[in-house]
């Protein structure tokens, strides 16, 4: 049964995951995304699931791999400084390929930064925050509606592969209200896989949810990871395009920025200037099939980001092979403002900026 | 006279070091569980470090680490199946000090799962160093050679005494260096479980244990300093048994 409301980003991705079939959720506050919490804590119940308000985000996310590792769908969501704090348990989900649903609402800034939106978390959610090599499938709404479905989604895509899936948000994303349609409600049964634990008689085969190179063996547990790692970045790159046929430079953001950007790309076009957009989905796998689609003389891309360095950059040039130069418009704790990135494209294709070096 | 038996659950001879209580624990931990005909719904949640090769010792599902987060790990497992045996292995390091704020809120939330904490005094897994919440004052470990200086390195505590204040199941503190402190024992560890079964709440039995690699001894002398210096710190008997009605 779809629905429509009209709510909050965080609400949506709470709402979304009730409606995945997610019954078990633990957090810990934090602005700006405590309304996934909130929410989670008025409504889990009455869907038949449990939620916790953890005594930490460490302890949160444990909890959370306790449940996922049992079988249930489970969720658990932070921002900046309370992300930091997911990195032990997100290292320990990859380690034995438990699939959960985890989301980072950035926030601006560098320790405890600041309560507004940034965009400066990227590098820690596509990169990886915890030891060991591991990859977190990265889902980036830019609207309400994406809140919801890309949540939906985030559930089966984690199976799949069984692997975490991060659903990286901004702040602005999450305190914005939009009307969404709603997904129907699905149940899912805590036994579909034969990965979980629980208790089980004696003839049948145990699993042991840790390190899985100790029960596999080194090299097959080594070729697994690097064959999922592959097989996830061949197949699941998602990307928007906007106007890149013909564009000579080409904006890159995700979650608000790119809100702004798709703005900023129609004004431009209003006075013939030919500007473009692409908006990375999945920020991880970075989506350099989109770049096959740009128009082969573009001049330039132009990051578009809530940073100071432009974290973003890398995967740019790595996408493009390094063949075109990449600008950044960072505007660090404020969001980008259109006529600001019209100018700042304007200074690019005139030549009067400098290209980044990545950091 | 009935004759001694391996119980089926274990599956391995355990490699812990000779004269440590780890072997013994899980040897009642699985005569437990099979008298009270529960194996087939157990689930193991070891911590890492030694309690860790439980995980294979036992023919059940486990899951392991990370450090000090069993109880929540636990309480996660324990809501997605609540009509499964779930408990958790766990030494002093992670119940006592870097799991302690995880410890305390299974506690007083609590959830009805069985816990097990295996107090030797130090950290076994990485090589002896001091373990802050439960070295004695004086004892020389590997990160203080010199002996545990009450004002540089801090002082023990009796962290089941201070949890029994909250308002959970039971708490007991038992002991491994006779035959009748192991009987004792493994009540506490039977009552644990049969508070799960009753759907009571949470259940915490530490248990007194010899690392006699770590400190150096040899196991009898090892044993003996458990009785004559640790019980002295660390007091055996039941802390709280709150005898409740089921709790769900």
Sequence with gaps: MAEQAFIKGNEAIAEAAIRAGCRFYAGYPITPQSEILEYMGAHMAEAGGTFIQGESEVASISMVWGAAAAGNRAMTSSSGPGFDLKQEGLSYLSSCDVPAVVVSMMRYGIGGGDITAGQDSYLQAVKGGGNGDYRLLVLCPNSVQECADLTYGAFDLAEKYRNVVLILGDGAVGQMMQNVNLPPRVEHDINSYDWVIKGKPACAKKNKATNLNWYVGDKAWSEHVYSKLHTMQENEQRWENFMVDDAELVFVAIGVSSRVAKQTVKMARAQGIKLGMVRPITAWPFPRKAFEEVNPDVKGYMVVEMSIIGQMTEDVYGATKYTKPVYKHCTHIDIPIAENLLEAAKDALAGKLKPEVAL | ?248
Excluded at chain 2, 49 to 77: E, K, Q, S, Y
């Design chain 2, 1 to 248: 006279m009935e004759a001694l038996r391996k119980p089926e659950l274990i599956v391995q001879p355990c490699g812990f070091c000779g004269g440590c209580g780890h072997g013994i624990i899980q040897r009642l931990i699985a005569e437990s569980l099979e008298e009270l005909n529960i194996a087939d719904k157990a689930i193991n949640c070891v911590d890492i470090a030694c309690c860790f090769w439980t995980i294979d010792g036992l023919n059940l599902d486990g899951i392991a680490g990370p450090h000090g987060r069993m109880p929540a790990v636990a309480t996660g497992i324990k809501a997605t199946r609540p009509d499964d045996i779930v408990y958790i292995h766990a030494g002093d390091g992670a119940s006592y000090t870097i799991g302690i704020a995880e410890l305390t809120h299974i506690c007083l939330r609590d959830v009805p799962v069985t816990m097990i904490v295996v107090n030797n005094g130090v950290f076994g897994m990485t090589g002896g160093q001091l373990s802050p919440g439960t070295t004695l004052v004086g004892q020389k470990t590997t990160s203080t050679p010199r002996g545990r200086d009450k004002i540089a390195n801090g002082q023990p505590g009796d962290f089941l005494a201070s949890l029994s204040h909250h308002d959970f199941e039971f708490a007991a503190r038992g002991a491994l260096y006779s035959v009748p402190e192991i009987a004792k024992t493994k009540k506490y560890i039977k009552k644990g479980f049969e508070n799960q079964i009753a759907k009571k709440g949470f259940s915490l039995i530490e248990i007194l244990s010899a690392c006699p690699t770590n400190w150096n001894m040899p196991p009898v002398d090892a044993n003996k300093r458990v009785e004559e210096e640790m019980t002295k710190v660390f007091p055996l008997g039941i802390f709280k048994d709150r005898g409740g009605k089921s709790n769900g």
